[in-house]
Every structure is written in C-alpha cells, then in structure tokens.
C-alpha cells in the first residue's frame, strides 16, 4: 500500500536501526525499575514465570499485529484504525492509546526525574557511605520533598519533547544506537558484582525457584499489565513506530528480537537486584523504591563504586528517554496527522498538557499524598490503569482485529514482504491471534478484576 497523501514521510534507515529504535522503546524503566519491584512485591520466581508465559504467548503476537497495522497504513494508530477499518468503531483504540499515552508519559517521567536525581547525587557524593536504612530515608526524603521531584520531572519532559522536534530519524534514531549495549555491560557488571556477594543464593532462589502458591488473581494481572508495560504494547507505540518501518524490513523477525533483549534485560535486572537484596540485608518488597535503595548498596560494595553509580544512572536515565520518545510519538504523530498540526506545534502542545498532570503525579508522595482514590495515590493510579487495564485492552482489541476483522492476505503480505519469505510461522501466528492470546487476556481480565472465580 502506498501513502496515499502523497507527502515524503520519515522512516527509520535499515534493519538495526529498527530494531534499536523499538527495543529503546521497549527497554527502559520498564525493566529496570517497574520489573524488580513488581517481581518483589508479588512472590519472584512465581511471577517470572507467568510474566514469560504473557510476554511469549501474548506480547509476540501483539508486538507483530502492531507492526503489521502500522506498516500496512503509515498512519498513527487512530488514521490507521480508519483506514483499514473506514466507518467502523475500531479507532477507538487509536484513542483509547493516545489517552494511554498521557497518563503514561505523566508518571513515567516522573520516576525517570527520580534517575536524575539520583545521577546528581551520586556525582555529588552523597551515595557513598550509607547504610541501607539510610538510604531508604534518602529515598523516602526525596519523594516526599515538595519541589525536587517535580523539577526533574519538568527537566526530563523538557529533553524528550527536544527530541521529538526534531523528528524521526535525526532525533529518535541517532539516540538508541549506543546507549542499548552500553547499558547491558554495566547491568553484566552488577550482576556479577551481586550474585558474588556474601548470602546473594538466596535472591537468585528467590527468583528463579517458582512457588506455584503465591499465584493469585492480583499476581496474574500485575503479570500481564507488565509483560505489556515492558514490551511497549497495547497502545499502539508500535503501530506508529511500525508505520516508520521500511517496506523491506522481515517485523516478525524484528518482533522477536526486541522481545527476546526486552526480556532479557530484566531478567539481568533481577539477577543483579534480587541477589543483594537479600545479602545485604533489604526487603524484596519495598515497592518502586526498589531500585533506588538497592543498587546504592550494592555500588558502595564495588570498586570505582561512585564511578559506576554515576555511569549506572546516567544510562538508566538515557534508557527512559529512548522510551518516553516513543509515547510521546504516540500523541504527536496523532496531533499532526489527525488534526493537521504542525508537528512542532504538536509537541509542544502534547508537552504543556502532560506536565500539568506530570506535575500533580510528581507531587504524588508529597503534599498531594493524601489525594487518593481506591486507596491509591495519583501516581498508583494512572500506573495500575495503564497498564493492567488499558494496555492489555487495547492489546485485546489489535489481536481481534488482526484474527478475526482484517482480511488475512494483507497480514499476509505484510508478514512476507509480499511473498519474499516464505512465513512458514504464519499459521501458528494465526492461531496465537485468532485463539490463544485474546482467550488469555480476556480470562486474565474475569479472573484478575475478580468478576470469575475458579
Ligand atoms: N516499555 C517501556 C519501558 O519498559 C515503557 C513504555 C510503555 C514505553 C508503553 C512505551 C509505551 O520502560
């Protein structure tokens, strides 16, 4: 299919370019700070495991279906929704993603405004030499200050629309080539430094030693929410960065290798968290201060500590840029395709209304501490809303409509290069979308909302 508004559209230039391009936005936060502490919070090993199950099963067939609506329609994934489903209510999710986008970038900066902090005080010395309950109290101290956390988060909105401004592939692409492996050696380095560390097999036991009991409803969907969180998916980043996607370029091939580091890297993440957690004397469930608490430790155990922490943060900080670019996409390319702005102007229009929100979810621990719903604070709640409810809906949707709406020669073609492979996977895809991934949302939904019981 061709653009048929005939305008020269940006693209990403070759085959590692995409991939980098969507694994920085797939590898973030994500990974290295939600994955830890959620895997904490809710029983380790058990919870890996059901989280592979989603990220297998569930996250590759989302991942490709994404890919496939972008790329067969260059659009956003509102126009895309309406091109190939004209007169029909599935653009909904094109919405429904661009609101998932919002609420996302307004508490996802923030944490990433946390690594900021934490980059500057570990320049600034004040890492070094604390015991474990001092940390926790630096970390408690920082989130509860009522100006700190929302200037970082205003200085990280500040860096992502800069980039987005100038575009696909001069800002996005030249961004996530280096920073990726970059920060693989380092998450390597800790790892080791943590499993040799004194009492550390208990955290790797902790880890990969599933206890089948501590499986409940909650952990189920918490699985789910996450292996979307972390891949990206549900909202259609992916439809827009596969509508940057050239022709010649094999997505389900792509699709899996993002998957595969996606995975990878928290997998590497909990091996070097979890190990010292539990030789140097913290708890597995400290909630998002996790990362924040743990890791200061374990720098302060190493040689060239300082070094590495200040190294550590500035990467973890470049890792959530490369992936708050990819929601803020989400809501620029809508504004500029579908209601004909330009695209600076849609930055900076996207940019001033996610800080007005980012502001009151960075404030969140603080002095807006008791503003509450559900018994959660504004930041728990756009957090538990994206991503246990909205993105796994949303991924809901795109597998229906890729099984069961779209004319199957189109994936076809899309998934072949118009025949240039031979896509000996397809019917397995086709299986994956038709039955087993909306039958497994969908009874994560009954089940973890508590409207089935078994
Ligand atoms: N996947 C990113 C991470 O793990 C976060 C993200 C979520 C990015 C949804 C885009 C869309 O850090």
């Known amino acids: 299919m061709s653009n048929s508004s005939g305008i020269e559209r940006d693209?990403?230039?070759?085959?590692?370019?995409?991939?980098?391009?969507?694994?920085?936005?797939?590898?973030?936060?994500?990974?290295?700070?939600?994955?830890?502490?959620?895997?904490?919070?809710?029983?380790?090993g058990a919870f890996l495991l059901v989280y592979l199950f989603f990220v297998v099963f569930v996250g590759i067939p989302v991942m490709t279906s994404e890919f496939v609506i972008g790329r067969a329609t260059q659009r956003n994934p509102y126009g895309a929704f309406k091109k190939l489903a004209p007169g029909k209510p599935w653009y909904l999710i094109g919405i429904m993603g661009v609101a998932a986008a919002f609420m996302i970038l307004a508490f996802y900066t923030v944490v990433a405004g946390w690594t900021l902090e934490y980059f500057y005080q570990s320049v600034a010395g004040n890492l070094?030499?604390?015991?474990?309950?001092?940390?926790?109290?630096?970390?408690?101290?920082?989130?509860?200050?009522?100006?700190?956390?929302?200037?970082?988060?205003?200085v990280f909105m500040g860096l992502t629309a800069m980039i987005n401004f100038s575009g696909v592939k001069n800002g996005i692409e030249k961004y996530t080539k280096i920073l990726m492996p970059l920060l693989l050696i380092l998450l390597i380095i800790l790892c080791i430094r943590s499993v040799t560390l004194k009492g550390a097999a208990a955290g790797l036991t902790f880890l990969f030693r599933?206890?089948?009991?501590?499986?409940?409803?909650?952990?189920?969907?918490?699985?789910?929410?996450?292996?979307?969180?972390?891949?990206?998916?549900?909202?259609?980043?992916?439809?827009?960065?596969?509508?940057?996607?050239?022709?010649?370029?094999?997505?389900?091939?792509?699709?899996?290798?993002?998957?595969?580091?996606?995975?990878?890297?928290?997998?590497?993440?909990?091996?070097?968290?979890?190990?010292?957690?539990?030789?140097?004397?913290?708890?597995?469930?400290?909630?998002?201060?996790?990362?924040?608490?743990?890791?200061?430790?374990?720098?302060?155990?190493?040689?060239?500590g300082i070094f590495f922490a200040t190294?550590?943060?500035?990467?973890?900080?470049?890792?959530?840029?490369?992936?708050?670019?990819?929601?803020?996409?989400?809501?620029?390319?809508?504004?500029?395709?579908?209601?004909?702005?330009?695209?600076?102007?849609?930055?900076?229009?996207a940019t001033v209304s996610v800080s007005a929100l980012g502001i009151i979810t960075a404030l969140s621990y603080g002095p807006l501490a008791g503003l509450k719903l559900a018994g959660k604070n504004v930041f728990e709640l756009l957090e538990y809303l994206t991503s246990n409810i909205m993105l796994p809906l949303g991924g809901l949707f795109i597998v229906l409509f890729i099984g069961w709406f779209l004319n199957p020669e189109l994936t076809k073609n899309e998934l072949t290069n118009d025949g240039k492979f031979k896509g000996r996977f397809l019917p397995l895809f086709r299986f994956l979308v038709r039955y087993i991934a909306p039958v497994a949302i969908a009874a994560v939904f009954l089940y973890g909302l508590g409207i089935i019981k078994l």
């Open 210 to 304: 599933p206890d089948l009991s501590k499986i409940n409803p909650q952990v189920i969907l918490t699985a789910l929410g996450q292996s979307f969180f972390s891949l990206s998916i549900g909202m259609g980043t992916l439809i827009t960065y596969g509508s940057y996607i050239k022709k010649d370029e094999n997505l389900a091939s792509s699709a899996s290798l993002v998957v595969a580091s996606d995975t990878l890297i928290a997998v590497i993440a909990g091996i070097a968290i979890f190990p010292a957690v539990f030789a140097l004397g913290g708890s597995a469930a400290s909630g998002p201060g996790l990362v924040f608490i743990i890791l200061p430790s374990v720098f302060q155990n190493m040689p060239l």
């Open 128 to 154: 070094s030499g604390k015991n474990d309950a001092e940390l926790t109290q630096m970390f408690d101290g920082f989130v509860k200050n009522p100006f700190r956390p929302m200037l970082w988060f205003l």
């Open 11 to 44: 693209s990403f230039s070759g085959r590692f370019a995409v991939v980098a391009a969507v694994a920085g936005s797939a590898i973030g936060l994500g990974n290295i700070w939600r994955f830890p502490y959620l895997t904490g919070e809710n029983g380790g």
């Open 311 to 349: 190294l550590f943060f500035i990467l973890l900080a470049l890792a959530a840029l490369t992936s708050t670019i990819s929601v803020l996409e989400v809501i620029v390319a809508f504004m500029a395709e579908e209601l004909n702005m330009a695209r600076r102007k849609a930055t900076i229009i």
